[in-house]
């Protein structure tokens, strides 16, 4: 189940990597065994399923140097495990399953009923059993954790020419790749952050990238999300309305914006596929900011 699948991203997922001088075999273990492993690709968000826990499979070689395995059991918390390798590297990655708690299962349970029933009107409060506000309240949060799992997942899908900027790379070849590794290499630092919960770090990374380059789109994308985490929801929105003045056409952040305006009380964005198309979202943000 999805809610499963993102529960377990926010959990700390502790991996080891093998490195072997021989090339193309990723060997990949769950404790407890039996898990369903799934291989993404980054770039494309592609999810791939591999076999079950304990497995070996050969290298995926157009997945690039970076990709997340993901392993999903039933009544344990998903966990997705980003994995860093050089092409022609063989590796070996184990990790550890978390169990959902009692109130984790039941929250399952009822947001599955949920999906299921037609929409009622909702009886008031006042007439509500205490358990069922407080399962209200579990689902309440569940949705917030939701978001939250989503900005975590979504950010951390880059790869090399994507995350730099074309925008300041008009230099040398060599200067504008120098440049470029490092902005790539202090955002992967900010993403492993981000999956340790050290959010201040995270954002201490991913600054000194746009430092760099202050048009890259992906890296607004990404301080907006660790400023969420953070529950900066203004600061989350600061960063999203930029990475939508360098990308009018992002509908990862335009929904992110929507979200945070929501959370700020200032309302959605509009959803007609007109109304989204540049200039509109950014006339819908100018119209926001005479209220700030």
Do not use: H
């Amino acid at each position: 189940m999805q809610l499963k699948r993102q529960l377990g991203l926010l959990s700390l997922v502790g991996f080891i990597f093998a490195f072997t001088a021989c090339a193309g075999k990723y060997s990949v273990k769950s404790y407890p065994a039996g898990s369903k492993v799934y291989i993404k690709d980054v770039q494309s968000q592609e999810k791939k399923f591999l076999g079950i826990a304990p497995l070996q499979v050969q290298e995926e070689s157009k997945l690039g140097d970076v990709f997340f395995l993901i392993f999903e059991k039933q009544n344990y918390r998903t966990k997705e495990v980003m994995v860093k390798v050089n092409e022609g590297e063989s590796i070996a990655v184990a990790t550890r399953l978390d169990p959902l708690t009692d109130d984790e299962k039941k929250a399952e349970e009822l947001a599955a009923n949920e999906e299921k029933k037609p929409d009622q009107q909702k009886p008031e409060d006042k007439n509500k059993k205490p358990e069922d506000k407080k399962m209200e309240e579990l689902l309440a949060e569940m949705q917030e954790l939701k978001l939250r799992v989503a900005l975590l997942e979504n950010t951390s899908s880059f790869y090399k020419d994507a995350l730099f900027s074309p925008r300041l790379s008009g230099g040398m070849p060599s200067v504008d790749r120098d440049r470029a590794d490092k902005v790539v290499g202090l955002v992967f630092q900010g993403q492993q952050a981000i999956m340790k919960g050290d959010y201040q770090k995270a954002l201490d990374q991913i600054d000194k990238a746009l430092q760099l380059d202050e048009y890259s789109n992906n890296g607004w994308l990404l301080k907006g999300s660790v400023k969420y985490l953070m529950k900066d929801y203004q600061g989350a929105r600061l960063a999203w309305e930029r990475t939508l003045k360098l990308d009018p056409y992002n509908k990862v952040a335009y929904q992110y914006l929507s979200d945070v305006y929501k959370k700020l009380n200032l309302g959605p964005l509009p959803t007609n596929g007109t109304e989204m198309r540049y200039p509109a979202s950014n006339v819908e943000i100018e119209e926001r900011k005479k209220v700030r």
